[in-house]
C-alpha cells in the first residue's frame, strides 16, 4: 500500500506570496494532520481534519488555512508569507480501521523556503 | 508551553552500546506515548508506542520504558548501530477530542563505528 504522499517536495517563495501544499492520506485513513517542523525542532501541531470538518488547530495565526476534500485528501494553505514560515510541513494520516488509538504516519514532508 | 520534555539533546554511542533517550511530560490526559525515527530529508516514522497502563515494552532493539507516576518514560536503543543514527523524538497524545501528537524537541543520535 502507498504510504502518505505530499507535494510539492520542495518549494521556494518570496515574502508576502500565498503557497498551497498538498496531502494525500493512506487508502481508508479518513483524518489528516498538517505539522510545521522547523530545522533542529519537533514538528508543531497546525491542524487536524476528518471527515472534511477542522477537529483541531494548534497556536497559528490566521494566515495557515486548510481543508480536506470528499476523498480525504487535504490542502495546506498559506498567506502573505513570512521568513519564520520557512519549515518542512509534514502531513500525517489516521483513522484507518484496525489502527490503534491515536496511531499517525507521516508522509515524507514539502520543504519551504521563504526569501 | 512545552509539554513533553526531551534530553538529550544529542548523543554519541559506540557500535554495540545503549542508547537512552528520556522524556517527560506534564499532561496527565495523556494515554498514548509514541517514539518516532527521523532521518534528514524525511518524515517521522512511528518506531515504538506505548500506553500508560504498561511499564515496558520491546520490540526487538528498542524498548520503552514507562513510569507513571514520575511522568517519565525513556527508550533505550540496544546493540546501537550506525544505522540507527537518526533524530529521535517522543511524544504525547490522548484519545478524547483531536488527535494532537505533542512531540518533544528531538534527540540527535549519531552511532559510531
Known amino acids: 500500500d502507498a504510504g502518505v504522499t505530499q507535494s510539492p517536495t520542495h518549494l521556494i517563495k518570496t515574502r508576502g506570496q500565498q503557497v498551497t501544499l498538498r496531502c494525500s492520506p493512506i487508502s481508508g485513513h479518513k483524518s489528516v494532520s498538517w505539522y510545521q517542523q522547523v530545522l533542529g525542532q519537533g514538528p508543531q501541531f497546525i491542524f487536524q481534519?476528518?471527515?472534511?470538518?477542522?477537529?483541531g488547530r494548534g497556536n497559528f495565526p490566521d494566515r495557515f488555512s486548510a481543508r480536506q476534500f470528499p476523498n480525504y485528501s487535504s490542502e495546506l494553505n498559506v498567506n502573505a508569507l513570512l521568513l519564520g514560515d520557512s519549515a518542512l510541513y509534514l502531513c500525517?494520516?489516521?483513522?484507518?480501521?484496525?489502527?490503534?488509538?491515536?496511531?499517525?504516519?507521516f508522509g515524507p514532508g514539502t520543504r519551504l523556503t521563504v526569501l | 508551553q512545552q509539554q513533553v520534555k526531551q534530553s538529550p539533546q544529542s548523543l554519541i554511542v559506540q557500535k554495540g552500546g545503549i542508547s537512552i533517550i528520556n522524556c517527560a511530560y506534564e499532561?496527565?490526559?495523556?494515554?498514548?506515548f509514541p517514539w518516532y525515527q527521523q532521518f534528514p530529508g524525511k518524515g517521522p516514522a512511528l518506531l515504538i508506542a506505548i500506553r500508560p497502563d504498561v511499564s515496558e515494552k520491546k520490540e526487538g532493539r528498542f524498548t520503552i520504558s514507562f513510569n507513571k507516576s514520575a511522568k517519565q518514560f525513556s527508550l533505550h536503543i540496544m546493540d546501537s548501530q550506525p544505522g540507527d543514527s537518526a533524530t529521535y523524538f517522543c511524544?504525547?497524545?490522548?484519545?478524547?477530542?483531536?488527535?494532537?501528537?505533542?512531540f518533544g524537541t528531538g534527540t540527535k543520535l549519531q552511532v559510531i563505528p
Open positions: 499532561n496527565t490526559a495523556f494515554d498514548y
Open positions: 511524544a504525547a497524545t490522548y484519545s478524547g477530542g483531536y488527535q494532537k501528537v505533542t
Open positions: 481534519y476528518y471527515e472534511k470538518e477542522e477537529r
Open positions: 500525517a494520516s489516521s483513522g484507518g480501521p484496525a489502527v490503534p488509538y491515536n496511531e499517525q504516519f
